[in-house]
């Protein structure tokens, strides 16, 4: 093992303590893609959804499409104006805003066959150590004296 424990501490504080602000990209019903016949409610529910997230709804082109309409119209699927329509068979959207977001689909009677998500949009949280704080993430070069004596044991 060449890495030292506290090495391996810093190398994993460094790979993971960025990711917390970088955006994730769902693929809305994954495999499944945008379409009928999936339990959306059910795909959202292990899932968090931050500002700066991305949503990708795929469907082949003029089988399906997306709007975004309010908790009303979700409700009662009213299809907004087509003009309104996503329906690149790839749209991406981000979530920009917090609260809740509710997507249909707007082709026939998709949307009352279930063909619609609605998810809420959580706050943008910053990483722990981004502002000054008392209890920063160790750096190997201010323990490298307090742990002076134990190191030499490992490597030699
Ligand atoms: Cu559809």
Redesign the pocket.
Known sequence: MALSPLSMLVVIATIFLPSVAVAKEFVVGDGHG???GFDYAAWAADKTFQVGDVLVFN?AVG???VFKVNGTAFQSCTIPPASEALSTGNDRIVLAIPGRKWYI?G??D?CSAG?KLVITVQPQTLPPTLPPSPTPAPSPRQHRPHFGRWVPNIFH
């Open positions: 945008w379409t009928i469907y089988e399906h499409n689909c082709v026939e998709h063909q």
